[in-house]
């Protein structure tokens, strides 16, 4: 299962064969393998299969030699995560909402544009935001949050800070060529962008090889993207904005199957482009 098939994008392989192959070509990038991947139960069906005979025989073992039997664990609920947290507290799912909506206020909603080409700009990450230096040792601190957008209408990175206990936004900052960690959505956009482009047709033939059926929606695929920084003269003109613009690069695999080799593709979000590296 680590041998390379070659097939209309030059490869269709197993999960591991893969991880080796990225990480030699694109330094601190891990992929997971088959087994990570969501849906696939933790394993091949062979080694489950052993896992259960072995655990079955070891039952078997136990009742024969009389030993007791080893009680099933037991795991307690989480508890019940309040509306608001206190002090360092990580940010709760009612605060992560209630953020969101103080930071993009009307005049970025109006303004911006998401990767969509919706109104507002594109929800990246909310973070909780360090104390201000006179403040490090108050217990009575602020909570604050750090919300980061990004506008695909004007490529700029946005960054407001909110008070959580006035719902005021406290700073905002904006910058330009700085490009965070892609959002899910973002990654979803490209792998669409590139099914629908005439460079995506290797991929969905190598699709409907692993799978006999035809890719139409980024959701039949498990998706890893990492953003991409144009060089001078290692790619062709149509990415060189890329750094300033929003540009991918996509791991994608079959859900319940094999990774789909598409890193010599970039797509350019801001622009909406596919293009193909030389090599």
């Known amino acids: 299962m680590r041998t390379t098939v070659r097939r209309h994008l030059g490869k269709v392989v197993a999960g591991t064969a893969v991880a080796v192959a990225a990480t030699a070509a694109m330094i601190a990038v891990t992929l997971p393998g088959t087994a990570g991947a969501e849906g696939t139960g933790g394993g091949t069906g062979q080694a489950a299969g052993r896992s259960a005979g072995q655990q079955r025989a070891g039952q078997g073992a136990g009742q024969q030699?009389?030993?007791a039997a080893v009680e099933p664990g037991v795991v307690?609920?989480?508890?019940a995560e309040g509306e608001k947290g206190q002090g360092r507290d990580p940010l709760t799912d009612d605060e992560i909402a209630r953020v969101q909506g103080l930071a993009v206020d009307r005049r970025l909603l109006d303004a911006g544009e998401d990767v969509d080409g919706d109104r507002g700009p594109q929800r990246l990450s909310v973070d909780l935001?360090?104390?201000?230096?006179?403040?490090?040792?108050?217990?009575?601190?602020?909570r604050r949050?750090?919300?980061?957008?990004?506008?695909?209408?004007?490529?700029?990175?946005?960054?407001?800070?909110?008070?959580?206990d006035t719902g005021k936004v406290e700073s905002t900052g904006t910058q330009r060529g700085v490009q965070p960690p892609l959002s899910a959505a973002e990654q979803d956009e490209a792998a669409r962008l590139l099914i629908g482009d005439p460079l995506g047709a290797g991929?969905?033939?190598?699709?409907?090889?692993?799978?006999?059926k035809e890719l139409t929606s980024p959701d039949q695929l498990v998706l890893?993207?990492?953003?991409?920084?144009?060089?001078p003269g290692a790619q062709p003109a149509v990415l060189d904005q890329c750094g300033v613009h929003r540009c991918v690069r996509l791991l994608t695999k079959v859900r319940n199957g094999p990774w789909i080799d598409t890193r010599s593709f970039v797509i350019d979000l801001s622009a909406r482009k596919v293009a193909g590296l030389a090599g």
């Open 203 to 212: 991929l969905k033939a190598d699709y409907k090889d692993a799978t006999g």
């Open 145 to 164: 949050a750090e919300v980061t957008l990004y506008d695909y209408k004007n490529d700029t990175l946005v960054t407001r800070t909110v008070n959580l």
């Open 65 to 67: 030699g009389g030993s």
């Open 76 to 79: 307690e609920e989480a508890p």
């Open 129 to 142: 935001a360090d104390p201000a230096a006179d403040e490090v040792d108050d217990p009575d601190a602020p």
């Open 224 to 231: 890893a993207g990492m953003v991409y920084r144009a060089s």
